[in-house]
């Protein structure tokens, strides 16, 4: 199974809200993001994946005039996909190598491995990083990740989308939110 190097998440901004995956599937076929479910094997990250749906690319803004998109499923090329975890009940830190620099919210020093250490934290221990400057604790949750970063237990995964190549339209957004009753937002992580 092909899996997205540049993807684009979105998340809710209330890390604490159990939020049904089912809701979030029922929200999105009804306006039309995604189409079949193209995989439920529990071994592609634990995640149901679909193929886009017909209205995608309106809900979807790329930047450029004529985006160069695929949105035909490959078996082992780039294509588009949308995945939802299947289950959400671990909150987790995600992040990839575009992940930006960021400093201590106390301080303002640099903390060149902060994102390195909330990748390998366990979910308790993600509120328990110190600053290696001042040493005081750092919230995740303060640091403006500028969209390269989020902390969440659920979240839409859109595969190969490229950074700041999309945003997500108002009106895909406002489904999701109707959907979990809390505010999302997104980010863009590249693996590699
Ligand atoms: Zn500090």
């Known amino acids: 199974m092909w899996q997205a190097e540049y993807r684009l998440y979105l998340y809710p901004t209330d890390i604490k809200k159990e939020i049904d995956p089912k809701k979030l599937e029922l ?5 039309e993001f995604i189409g079949d479910i193209l995989s439920n094997d529990s071994s592609v990250n634990n995640s149901n994946r679909y ?3 017909e209205d995608f690319l309106s809900l979807i803004c790329f930047m450029g005039c004529s985006p160069n998109i ?3 499923p490959q078996e082992d ?3 588009c996909y949308v995945e939802i ?3 959400t009940d671990k909150i987790g830190f ?4 575009n992940v930006k620099r960021v400093n201590c919210p106390c301080c303002k020093k640099p903390q060149p491995e902060l994102a390195k250490k909330l990748l390998n934290s366990k ?3 993600l509120f328990l990083q110190a600053c290696t400057e001042c040493n005081r604790e750092i919230d995740p949750l303060a640091i403006n990740w500028r969209k390269s970063a989020f902390i969440a237990q659920a979240w839409v995964l859109l595969g190969n989308i490229y950074e700041s190549e999309a945003i997500p339209d108002e009106k895909l957004l406002s489904a999701l939110e109707q959907a979990s009753a809390c505010e999302w937002k997104y980010a863009y992580v ?3």
């Not at 929200?27 to 306006?31: G, R």
């Not at 995600?94 to 190598?97: C, E, K, L, T």
Request: charged share 35%; net charge negative; glycine share 8%.
């Open 27 to 31: 929200a999105l076929q009804e306006v």
């Open 51 to 53: 193929v886009v749906g």
């Open 70 to 72: 695929e949105i035909e």
């Open 77 to 79: 090329s780039p294509f």
């Open 85 to 87: 975890p299947k289950k």
């Open 94 to 97: 995600i992040a990839g190598d």
């Open 123 to 125: 979910a308790e221990d």
């Open 190 to 192: 590249r693996l590699k």
